[in-house]
Every structure is written in C-alpha cells, then in structure tokens.
C-alpha cells in the first residue's frame, strides 16, 4: 500500500498475502489479513476513500482525508 496510492479491499487483501508469499488466499488467510486491515484502521493508519483503502495523511499521504 505504501507503493500505491490506495487499493481496493479486496486486492489489497491478495496483494499482502502475495507479498507474505501465499500463492492462494483461502478462508484464514483473507480473515487474518482483514483483521489486519481493520487495525490500521482503527489506529488511524489506513483510511477509507471510496472503495480505496488509502494511507491516512498523518502517514505520509496529504492528500488523504
């Protein structure tokens, strides 16, 4: 995400198992990564912007609201 503008959720979520070196993102997998993804959330570190998720602007993104 940080090499992107922002990914929508669910390629964010193939994304991230690639980078963790899955080669399929079955039912755990998709589960933890999006429990992941709701942290960040929760912490201010990621954001939604439409269907994007987006690094928050406290991050490095200015032009996340």
């Keep these: 995400l940080g090499h992107e503008y ?3 959720k669910d390629a964010l979520i193939r994304e991230t198992a690639e980078a963790m070196g899955y080669n399929r993102t ?3 997998v998709r589960e933890r990564i999006e ?3 709701d942290w ?3 912490q201010g570190r990621v954001t939604v912007y439409g269907d994007q998720v987006v690094p928050s ?5 200015p032009e996340a609201s």
């Design 26 to 28: 079955g039912d755990n």
């Design 57 to 61: 602007k406290e991050i490095g993104n």
């Design 6 to 8: 922002g990914l929508p």
């Design 35 to 37: 429990k992941a993804i």
């Design 40 to 42: 960040l959330l929760k």
